[in-house]
């Protein structure tokens, strides 16, 4: 008998480590998530030393490194006390989906290429578009996050704005609030557009009168495209949309609305109300690996005309002609980028096994706990709620404490593994903030948390 070939061994290895992985994966989404911790690079290299090397380790020896050395050094963003920046609490399908599209390789830029999974995306885009109020023909692609989402949009609008602008005029100006997420200025640094800040009303929101006010003060010709927020992530405020529609339609300006955030509470009807106005769109963000259980990296970027996005977005090569000259719906003409990977099916996935009245019944429980949290913080003496709760972001102070006060404070849960609660700022006051987008965080978590501020 001869010994095992090279294939034969290759399968063996293939068949343990594939073995090994899902056997990973599967505890991993079974278990009650560790918080785990952070690590230094010094802390890193004495445990984990040196992994690329000319040999290799093997399939199993490299996984056990990443499961006893560094998974242990990454902070789970689905612990139930994780609740700082937005955290991303994925649902069990999507997670265990999100295996099979990597397994799959699929490229999902184009139709031709990908249809099957473009076919899928697209049905979870209409969902969302559906829950904005956007047209039928409105349509759009996922994109990694919502920095690429904005910078897309705004590359759109202005290409829009600059080809009906009148001869001589060259709109460069973008229209938000201080509120605005920080990848708005991101992109205008990019595009070499201006951004112009417009004043907030008493209640932090960008409205139609202060935004007038503003075009008449530069000149509305000179903008290409006013950014409105449904869900600041600092503190989950809804701006005015319906007043900044309105002022948008009068000028007959671009209206994007980020809701990279917040955009997931128009599935919840006990807020959607605060979102009048975001109907008349005519672009719109929002992330599912915030606040709609899906897991990193997925926001789905919509259009109401979505030709505008392609004469702006679509990539032109005579080894592309194939895709460009069909009417194929190519999710790459409608973003900044070409290779894309099918971001979007493990959030498809997820809503398909679950159905979206189970999606509105978990967002329902985030804010329900969240409310929680707004009524104990007002309760307890030492506490103090700095901006009545628009949804499931809570911002609050400890009186007497100083700035080295919270972070020590947030330095123990760390170091305790108990939870992860980065301090804020605002106006140059430091604060505590939690923002509450996972099912499983408790009325207990918030109560456990807050005793130790006592």
């Known amino acids: 008998m001869h010994g095992k070939t090279y294939q034969e061994n290759k399968h063996t290895e293939l068949a343990a480590l594939a073995e090994a992985v899902v056997a990973y994966a599967e505890e991993r989404v079974r278990m009650e998530a560790p918080l785990d911790g952070t690590a230094t690079p010094e802390e890193l290299a004495a445990a984990v030393g040196q992994t690329i090397t000319a040999q290799g380790f093997g399939g199993l020896e490299t996984l056990r490194l990443f499961a006893e050395d560094l998974a242990p050094a990454c902070l789970s963003t689905d612990h139930p006390r994780y609740l700082s920046f937005i955290p991303c609490?994925?649902?069990?399908?999507?997670?265990?989906?999100?295996?099979?599209?990597?397994?799959?390789?699929?490229?999902?830029?184009?139709?031709?290429?990908?249809?099957?999974?473009?076919?899928?995306?697209?049905?979870?885009?209409?969902?969302?578009?559906?829950?904005?109020?956007?047209?039928?023909?409105?349509?759009?692609?996922?994109?990694?996050?919502?920095?690429?989402?904005?910078?897309?949009?705004?590359?759109?609008?202005?290409?829009?704005?600059?080809?009906?602008?009148?001869?001589?005029?060259?709109?460069?100006?973008?229209?938000?609030?201080?509120?605005?997420?920080?990848?708005?200025?991101?992109?205008?640094?990019?595009?070499?557009?201006?951004?112009?800040?417009?004043?907030?009303?008493?209640?932090?929101?960008?409205?139609?009168?202060?935004?007038?006010?503003?075009?008449?003060?530069?000149?509305?010709?000179?903008?290409?495209?006013?950014?409105?927020?449904?869900?600041?992530?600092n503190f989950g405020i809804i701006d005015d949309l319906a007043s900044v529609a309105e002022v948008c339609r009068e000028y007959g300006i671009w209206f994007h609305v980020d809701g990279a955030y917040g955009g997931a509470g128009l599935a919840a009807p006990s807020v959607r109300e605060l979102y009048s106005g975001v109907e008349h769109c005519d672009s719109f963000i929002v992330d599912p690996h915030k606040w709609l259980f899906a897991p990193f990296d997925c926001c789905a970027l919509l259009y109401r005309e979505p030709a505008l996005a392609r004469a702006a977005h679509t990539q032109r090569a005579g080894y592309l002609d194939v895709l460009t000259e069909t009417p194929d719906w190519n999710p790459t003409d409608y973003s900044v980028g070409l290779t894309r990977r099918a971001r979007g099916l493990p959030f498809w996935f997820s809503l398909a096994v679950n159905g979206t009245d189970a999606y509105t019944a978990a967002i329902e429980q985030t804010l329900d706990v969240a409310r929680f949290a707004e009524s104990e913080v007002v309760r307890r003496p030492s506490l103090e709620l700095v901006r009545e709760r628009d949804l499931s972001v809570v911002v609050f102070r400890r009186l007497g404490w100083e700035p080295a006060d919270y972070q020590a404070w947030s330095d123990r849960l760390l170091a305790d593994e108990f939870a992860f609660v980065v301090p804020t700022t605002h106006a140059g006051e430091t604060l505590a903030r939690f923002a509450v987008v996972n099912p499983e965080t408790s009325r207990e978590d918030i109560s456990a948390i807050l005793d130790t501020m006592e």
């Not at 139709?111 to 969902?127: F, I, K, M, S, T």
């Not at 969302?128 to 705004?154: K, R």
């Not at 229209?175 to 595009?191: E, L, N, P, R, Y």
């Open 89 to 233: 609490a994925p649902s069990d399908a999507a997670v265990m989906f999100d295996l099979v599209v990597g397994a799959s390789s699929i490229y999902a830029g184009s139709w031709l290429e990908g249809a099957g999974a473009v076919y899928a995306e697209n049905q979870a885009l209409r969902w969302v578009a559906d829950l904005v109020g956007m047209p039928a023909e409105a349509g759009g692609v996922f994109v990694p996050g919502g920095t690429i989402g904005n910078l897309s949009a705004l590359h759109a609008a202005r290409t829009t704005a600059r080809h009906r602008a009148p001869e001589g005029v060259r709109p460069f100006r973008v229209a938000a609030t201080a509120g605005a997420h920080s990848s708005i200025a991101a992109a205008c640094d990019v595009m070499d557009a201006e951004l112009v800040p417009v004043e907030a009303d008493d209640r932090w929101r960008l409205t139609g009168a202060n935004l007038r006010a503003t075009l008449e003060a530069h000149g509305p010709e000179t903008f290409f495209v006013v950014v409105a927020t449904c869900g600041t992530t």
